[in-house]
């Protein structure tokens, strides 16, 4: 006979709720460390109770403070000492940043600096998710440490990863630098699967402080590894971007109409007999900015700027807008576009395309022979654009002085190069960074790799979307004498002073002086180097390194200006198509035109963060994307030499960029002729046996020796000159 443990009920007997939930508390105060599901309380207090009743006692103890429950469905005693460190200690929400080692670094706008927490103590989270902290030591380290109390939002549920079968279990390792655990999938897939093959992962139970590994359901089986639209899709999804839409917003869709009623263009400003075109990449499907110019019987000059109005199509709060603030920006890898809106509104109902009719939402400035504005309008407008250029068409018509709309582009560039002149000598800072092109076969595999050039064509379009985000802004902020209008700001901060002076220092080993005694001297010592650098090959390694010093544009709803490009007002207003934060600054807009509309701030700043991420994982994934394309374009090179510039030394070797398609390798110093000395600035390092000095900037031949695809590495070799 079955010996019973003394704090188990009789097998015959049934509790009621009274007793039930007394046992389970006795049960669980006693076993304090241990974690119970309803099922395994059955069992172990032997008795005949439902699932449901125990759950539902579980559920009361709960309330009342004596357990917690985990993520897997699980109850543990609740941990008495921690909850009275968490009244004692103040809690901050942030966003993870993990590094290679597994540790994090949680940004929070409420501290100025970030919070350090050790692997051990991320209970669970995951790069990028949202979490709620407590900062607990202050140590030697520049910046707090802490440990994550909960996990308030996941970055992504998907992943893609690769299937491996352990003692027929199924198990994904995901991909990605900061994703070092397996998935374990307890769910047969419905769809066949076998080891080796690239799966899409959705997460249902997620790791927690007594959970290491996540648990999933495979959604997808892509195939085995190895293909290039595989690793594109990989990117995207481990940057936490879905790569379909939701059906009802698919359902949504349908209901849109593609009509424009007569009515709709009664009511707005009518610029259809206007000379109206777009300029674009040549590759672009949705044209969502078209400009305007006429000349005035007064002698004035009206320029316009004509957005997609996207708020017209998007009803606020519907499906199509929750999905398009959940992803709040398109994506562009080097093969493809993940759009923020689906196509029929992208590329067709709010694309400006040539000879249709279109809505838009639009800046117009009278302006005099000077160019100075004397009048600005924003409002609803219709408009038929007359020419789609590509940006290589319309310098095309300025260089050769022939083609279609000759003199509306060139005053127009005219207009461009005033306002840019004009915008440096208020303090802008003149920084382009090189933007890497590509030329892909009909696999798309890279043929050519090469730096775009900035012509006047690309530099008009610009200078007239700068004024028209400028002007909202304006508007917007000095709209009402009657307390702030909250909207949303496209702000930059001035550098950071410990990584500028970094800079400065580095800098003057190569030869250059900075003053960086105030803001302005800053900004004028960054556009002194960058025209020093058109002439000196050795100041151009500085440009890179100087913008890193600079931080990072965000979106928020305190305007402090914009110091990179020395407006005291700057928004995003032309791009609704591929950002939500236009989508956004127009609606608010359009509301304070006539009245008087203050949104929630507090809603309206948790907005600007979160597309603020959505903005940062977007590039991030942009980058991945060239990075990976660089390295199969070079795959098709080992053997052959190229020239080269010394990008970074760290202690394992050399960075190297090829100056002809900027694909970087690193040579590591085990395979160079010598033994090097690295000096403390890391600007240089030193034979030992022959005195040679490799130094940041320099020129070197280089062979490539490898590429790894999968870990987007390019191996190279020194060559001796």
Not at 383 to 391: G, L, N, P
Request: net charge negative; with cysteine.
């Amino acid at each position: 006979m079955k010996k019973k443990s003394p704090e188990s009920a009789p097998a015959s007997k049934k509790l009621d709720s009274i007793a039930l939930k007394a046992e389970v508390a006795r049960l669980m105060i006693r076993s304090p460390k241990k974690l119970y599901s309803a099922r395994q309380i059955i069992k172990r207090l032997d008795i005949n109770n439902t699932k449901d009743s125990v759950e539902q006692s579980l559920v009361v103890l709960k309330e009342e403070g004596l357990l917690e429950k985990l993520n897997d469905g699980r109850y543990v005693l609740k941990d008495k000492n921690a909850q009275t460190r968490k009244k004692t200690l103040k809690t901050y929400e942030g966003t993870v940043d993990m590094t290679r080692t597994g540790a994090g670094f949680i940004k929070c706008p409420d501290l100025k600096e970030d919070v350090y927490v050790p692997a051990k103590f991320l209970n669970g989270a995951l790069n990028r998710d949202k979490v709620s902290i407590e900062v607990f030591h202050m140590t030697n380290r520049r910046r707090p440490e802490g440990q994550v109390l909960e996990v308030i939002k996941r970055a992504t549920e998907h992943f893609i990863g690769t299937v491996y079968i352990n003692k027929r279990r199924i198990i994904v390792a995901p991909d990605g630098l900061y994703n070092d655990f397996d998935i374990f999938i307890d769910e047969q897939p419905e769809m066949p699967v076998s080891a080796g093959d690239k799966v899409i992962v959705k997460i249902a139970i997620w790791p927690g402080p007594r959970r290491v590994n996540p648990v999933g359901k495979i959604t997808e089986v892509l195939g085995k590894a190895g293909s290039s639209d595989i690793e594109m899709k990989t990117i995207l999804i481990n940057q936490g971007f879905e790569l379909e839409f939701p059906q009802e917003v698919l359902d949504e869709l349908k209901g849109i109409s593609t009509e424009i009623h007569p009515k709709e263009i009664a009511q707005r400003r009518d610029f259809r007999q206007i000379t109206t075109f777009t300029i674009d990449p040549f590759n672009a499907k949705d044209f969502d900015d078209a400009l305007s110019i006429q000349h005035l019987d007064n002698g004035l000059i009206e320029i316009g700027v004509h957005i997609a109005d996207v708020s017209h199509y998007i009803e606020e709060g519907s499906a199509m807008d929750k999905d398009a603030y959940h992803r709040s920006t398109s994506v562009y890898l080097v093969d493809r576009v993940l759009p923020m809106l689906p196509e029929k509104i992208s590329n067709e109902l709010c694309s400006l395309r040539p000879e249709e009719l279109k809505l838009t939402y639009s800046a117009v400035f009278t302006m005099d022979s000077n160019y100075r504005i004397t009048d600005k309008w924003f409002g609803r407008t219709v408009i038929y654009s007359d020419k789609r250029f590509t940006y290589e068409e319309a310098q095309e018509v300025m260089d050769t002085g022939h083609g279609p709309f000759l003199e509306e582009l060139r005053e127009m560039n005219t207009i461009a190069k005033f306002y840019r002149k004009q915008r440096f000598e208020n303090g802008a800072i003149d920084f382009e960074s090189e933007e890497v092109q590509f030329i892909l076969d009909e696999k798309g595999v890279p043929v050519d790799v090469f730096v775009k050039e900035r012509k006047d064509a690309h530099m008009l379009v610009e200078e007239f979307m700068l004024l028209a985000n400028k002007e909202v802004s304006r508007f917007m902020a000095t709209r009402s004498e009657a307390g702030e209008i909250p909207f949303i700001y496209r702000v930059h901060d001035t550098p950071n002073i410990e990584k500028l002076s970094d800079f400065a220092a580095f800098a003057a080993e190569l030869g250059y002086k900075m003053d960086i005694s105030t803001p302005d001297k800053i900004a004028e010592s960054f556009n002194l180097l960058s025209k020093r650098a058109k002439d000196n090959e050795n100041l151009q390694v500085l440009e890179p390194l100087a913008i890193r010093t600079m931080s990072k544009a965000v979106y928020s709803s305190d305007n402090i200006g914009h110091y990179g490009l020395a407006f005291q007002y700057y928004s995003h207003f032309t791009s609704p198509i591929r950002r939500y934060s236009d989508v956004i600054a127009h609606r608010l807009l359009e509301k304070n035109l006539k009245d008087i509309y203050k949104t929630d701030k507090a809603l309206l700043e948790a907005q600007c963060i979160h597309i603020s991420l959505q903005e940062r994982k977007a590039m991030d994934a942009e980058r991945e994307s060239i990075k990976y394309k660089q390295t199969e374009y070079i795959e098709k090179y080992v053997g052959s030499v190229f020239e080269g510039r010394i990008s970074g030394i760290i202690d394992r070797g050399i960075f190297i960029e090829l100056i002809a398609n900027k694909c970087e390798g690193m040579i590591p110093f085990d395979r160079m002729y010598e033994p090097f000395h690295i000096e403390e600035s890391r600007l240089k390092a030193r034979g030992l046996a022959s005195g040679k000095i490799l130094k940041m900037g320099d020129k070197v031949k280089v062979r490539i020796l490898d590429t790894d695809l999968v870990k987007r590495q390019i191996e190279m070799e020194l060559l001796e000159e």
